[in-house]
Each structure stands twice: as structure tokens, then as C-alpha cells.
């Protein structure tokens, strides 16, 4: 079992473009943390998707649409002049459709060069979601803007991507250290297509740019053995890290029980969740920007294990058009909402076919739509009974690669970027929540999924950590004195942890764990102080 590490994460901010043009144009000097990331709108051209090769690097040659990230705090400033001045004004003409704020003001534009002699402009967006489809607009409206300028001859945009890491501050073990994001794909049925979604769903992320991986979660039954057909079918270990090596194909990297050489389990449940956990944490996956799970049908320990050890970023839910589908999704709906997974979609699979120039629904219709109105869950995505889409599970390539203009590829390609968009907004609401405002020495809260924004004094949030180390777990007895906690403590870090929590560092360096259900309950503060100059 390898050591877990702690992740480290750096405090970001969003500057106003004024404070931008005033201060001067920052240029980070080092990497900024993804949880900033901004999500992108789901502008989508029904296109073939090209398949990227295993070493591809993140370069503006591309073909793939991504999306820029803010620059990091504490980075050193330089002078702005008035021509770089005219250049970031003419940059904030961009509206990020999803935030309404201008591409200057949100941080995305990094390396501004200006060359006033041959008027030569260029500057860098960064980039952190490859799948994201809007990179051309970005390219093409920051180089059409900065034209416009009297004085501009020349300008050179390039786009960037940043390494894959989590959003989340809590330890992870090494394995799922450098992975963006982690999509469930479940159903808690079986035989409703949920490998058939998670597998398809995996490789259209690819095909939109993205780096990927898929992990067979089903032990007793692996699918992706049969649905994938990777030249090197067993997996290998690392003797020297005593990892395993993930096998590839067309670029998506693999982990199955079924490449373990082992075919099906034969084994109890403990023993089950023991082998998926170390599958999965002591894999070698490298940078993903996505991993995606194909979980196995049901609610019991298995579920539980892999839901407690991944931080899952989010869910896709898989049904069918019967009623009995409903009622066993349903309990994985609520399953995922009691341990704060937010569940992005619903794919209703098999749900009709067309004849005769009309369309007929065999197993009758509304489970999908059920799920989505009971659940408040947001998109729903209908596949249609395809005899192609089965065999092509059968043949070991998937229908998204073997035909990618398709009806069924285009259906997945929106699901695709419904994945990516809602990801990244999961990530950027997860990244905020929670935030030590120094000017006003008050920590700000904002629990995603609401609209509402409170204050809370950080000693009140201290005296109110329920931990061990605080109150008695066999008496209830409070062992941290109301006196013990200084009236002026003020918190060292604050972290994300999962989609319920954050992790508070304090001065004396105990480690609070605070979940936003008990945020939401502590005393706010009212009067909030004036603001007092923070020294840089």
C-alpha cells in the first residue's frame, strides 16, 4: 500500500481588469491550480473526431477545443504600459459566456509581449480543459481584437494547457494524484448499457482532445475486455514502484480485472473491494484530464468503497425505459446524493428505433425523464436500439470511433460536452466555496449549488470543529474551551475536500475538517469590518 500525499494547492484570485490595467499585468511564475478553472459553453459542430496518439502534446496545432485558466496569485507584476494597456482593454471586449466576465478580468491571458517599434502583439491563453469546443472562438476573437488596434501589424496567440491535477486538497494516494477529474458512469441495474455509455463516452473525450482513461470497476463481470481490443491484453507491474501499468488502446489508457489475467472473480465482497482498490490507486494513470469509471450494478460495499476513496467530480446516470430500471436507479441517485457526487446527466438507453419512416418506442417511454424531474438532475440524453451499437460492443471497437458522424456519435459527442461543462463548473463552484477574505478578516461561504453567500468569523468556525481533538467521542464533553481559540485567529489554508467539506490549516496546525452542512449552521456574522489594506 503506498503512502498517501498530501496535494498541495494555491490560493487563486480573480482581479478586476481595472485593477489589472492599474497595477500592472501579472506573470506567473509558476503553474496555477486547476480548481480555477473556468467551464466552457457547449458550442459543439457535429464533426469527426480525430483520435490523438499516446504521446500528443498540448500545442497550439490541436485541433481541439480548450479553455484558458486564471493566473495565480502572488506572482510577480510588471510595469504595464499604455500600449499593453490598449492591448488587455481590447482583450476585455471578451465575454466568457458562462461567467459574463471579460478573458482579462478572469486571468486567461498570460506572456504579453509588446513590441511598439514593429507593433508585434503577442500573448498566451492558457489552457486547462483540452475537450472544451471553445478554443477557436477564444483564438479567433483575441486575434480580431487586437488587430483592431491602429498601431498593431502582427499578432502571434498561442494556446497552452496546463498539467492535470485535482481540484480537491485532501490526501490521495499517488495513483489518482495528476487526474482532473474522475465521471462515475452508473446504473445500479445491470444490463441497461452502462459499459456500453461509459466506454463510448470515454473515447469521445478523447476524440475531443482530452487524455483519458477508463477503469473497469466490475470484477465479478469486466466488460472492457470484450468491448476494447488492446494489442497488449495483460497488465504489468512496475517492480521497481510495485505499480501497475495500464494497457492502452487508440490512445485511452485501461484497467480491468479481466487484463489481470484472472478472467472473473470468484470471491467475497471484502476481498472484491480490497482488489478494486488497489487497482485503482496504484495504477499508473499519469496526467488524465478524465477518468471514468465503469461501476458495477448495484448500492452495496463495492459501490460504497469506490465512492469513499475516489473523489468522484461527478456522475452519469444510465436507465432504460422501464419502470423496474427507474426504481433500482433511483436508489444509486440517492446513493450518490447522500455522499455529495452531484449527478450531471441521465442517458436513457434503447429507447426507440425508427421503421417505416416513424419512430417506435418498445419498452414504452419517461423512466429517463422520471429520473431527471424527481432527481432535479439537469440534461437527459436518449440513444435509440441500434443493432451497430451492440455489435460493435461485441467486436471490440467502439461505435463513436467505428462510425463517428453517426446518429449515435453525435448523441455522445453532446454528452460529451455536457461532461466537460458541467465538470468544470463542478470544480470552479467546489474551488470558491469556501475562501479567507483578509481584508475583512472573515471567511466567505458560498456551499455550491446556492446563491446565498455568508460570512462567518474564524474563531466562531474554530470553537465549532466537532472533531476528536475537540469534543469527547464517548462523553460529548467539549474539550476545546471557548478561551483556548484567540479572538483574532485567522486560518493558514483552506482546502477543498470531495463535493462536501474543506480542510481548514490553522495557526497552531490542527487541520479542521469543516463540511458545508455544518458551515451552514454556525452563527454568521453580521457586521462585517471595513476593509483594511492587506500587505502583499
Known amino acids: 500500500m503506498q503512502l498517501l500525499q498530501a496535494l498541495c494547492s494555491t490560493n487563486l484570485y480573480f482581479p478586476t481588469l481595472d485593477s489589472v490595467l492599474n497595477r500592472g499585468y501579472t506573470s506567473p511564475k509558476k503553474s496555477v491550480h486547476p480548481s480555477q478553472v473556468n467551464f466552457c459553453v457547449a458550442f459543439q459542430r457535429h464533426e469527426g473526431v480525430a483520435w490523438p496518439s499516446q504521446n500528443r502534446s498540448n500545442s497550439n496545432s490541436s485541433p481541439v477545443a480548450t479553455r484558458a485558466a486564471p493566473v495565480e496569485a502572488g506572482s510577480s507584476t510588471i510595469s504595464t504600459s499604455a500600449s499593453e494597456k490598449d492591448v488587455l482593454k481590447a482583450l476585455s471586449q471578451i465575454i466568457d459566456p458562462d461567467f459574463g466576465t471579460d478573458i482579462v478580468s478572469c486571468g486567461f491571458v498570460k506572456d504579453l509581449l509588446v513590441d511598439e517599434d514593429l507593433g508585434e502583439v503577442s500573448f498566451r491563453l492558457e489552457l486547462t480543459t483540452p475537450a472544451c469546443p471553445v478554443k477557436d472562438m477564444f483564438e479567433q476573437k483575441a486575434n480580431e481584437v487586437v488587430a483592431m488596434l491602429p498601431w498593431v501589424t502582427k499578432v502571434n496567440v498561442t494556446m497552452s494547457a496546463q498539467p492535470a491535477r485535482p481540484v480537491f486538497g485532501s490526501q490521495l494516494p499517488m495513483g489518482l494524484q495528476t487526474i482532473s477529474n474522475i465521471v462515475a458512469v452508473s446504473s445500479c441495474k445491470g444490463g441497461v448499457g452502462k ?7 470515454a473515447y469521445t473525450l478523447a476524440g475531443m482532445g482530452a487524455r483519458v482513461g477508463i477503469f473497469d470497476a466490475d470484477v465479478y463481470g469486466p466488460s472492457l475486455p470484450t468491448m476494447v481490443s488492446p494489442e497488449n491484453r495483460l497488465l504489468l507491474v512496475n517492480p521497481e514502484k510495485n505499480t501497475i501499468i495500464p494497457t492502452e488502446y487508440l490512445g485511452v489508457k485501461l484497467v480491468s480485472f479481466g487484463f489481470a489475467g484472472q478472467g472473473r472473480a470468484i470471491m467475497r465482497g471484502p476481498m472484491v473491494s480490497g482488489v478494486i482498490n ?18 458495477p450494478p448495484g448500492t452495496g460495499d463495492i459501490q460504497l468503497t469506490l465512492c469513499q476513496v475516489v473523489p468522484l467530480t461527478a456522475a452519469v446516470i444510465v436507465t432504460t425505459p422501464q419502470k423496474l430500471a427507474f426504481i433500482d436507479v433511483a436508489k444509486g441517485v440517492r446513493m450518490f446524493s447522500k455522499l455529495k457526487v452531484p449527478c450531471i446527466s441521465v442517458v436513457e438507453n434503447m429507447c426507440h428505433f425508427d421503421a417505416d419512416g ?20 439537469p440534461h437527459l440524453f436518449e440513444l435509440p436500439i441500434r443493432p451497430t451499437l451492440s455489435a460493435s460492443g461485441d467486436s471490440g471497437m467502439p461505435e ?13 459527442q453532446d454528452l460529451g460536452v455536457c461532461v466537460v461543462q458541467q465538470c468544470a463548473k463542478i470544480r470552479q463552484q467546489v ?11 472573515a471567511i466567505k461561504v458560498k456551499v455550491p ?10 474563531a466562531t468556525v474554530r470553537r465549532n470543529d466537532r472533531s476528536a481533538q475537540s469534543v469527547d467521542e464517548w462523553t460529548g464533553e467539549q474539550k476545546l474551551q471557548y478561551a ?16 462536501y467539506a474543506v480542510s481548514i490549516t490553522w495557526p497552531d496546525g490542527f487541520s479542521q475538517i469543516a463540511p458545508y452542512d455544518q458551515l451552514q449552521t454556525i452563527e454568521r456574522l453580521v457586521d462585517v469590518p471595513e476593509p483594511t489594506p492587506v500587505q502583499a
Request: hydrophobic share 35%.
Open 278 to 295: 488497489q487497482l485503482l490507486t496504484t495504477t499508473e494513470w499519469g496526467e488524465l484530464d478524465y477518468l471514468v469509471i465503469d461501476m
Open 449 to 458: 449549488n446556492s446563491n446565498e453567500e455568508f460570512l462567518l468569523h474564524p
Open 358 to 377: 416513424k419512430r417506435y418506442y418498445p419498452f414504452g417511454r419517461g423512466s429517463g425523464s422520471q429520473v431527471v424531474q424527481q432527481f432535479g438532475i
Open 195 to 201: 459499459s456500453t455509455v461509459a466506454i463510448n463516452l
Open 400 to 412: 463513436v470511433v467505428a462510425d463517428p458522424l453517426g446518429e449515435v456519435s453525435k448523441t455522445f
Open 431 to 441: 474551488s470558491t466555496a469556501v475562501r479567507y477574505d483578509k481584508s475583512i478578516k
Open 484 to 499: 483556548d481559540v484567540p479572538e483574532d485567529i485567522e486560518p493558514e489554508d483552506i482546502r477543498p475536500m470531495g463535493n
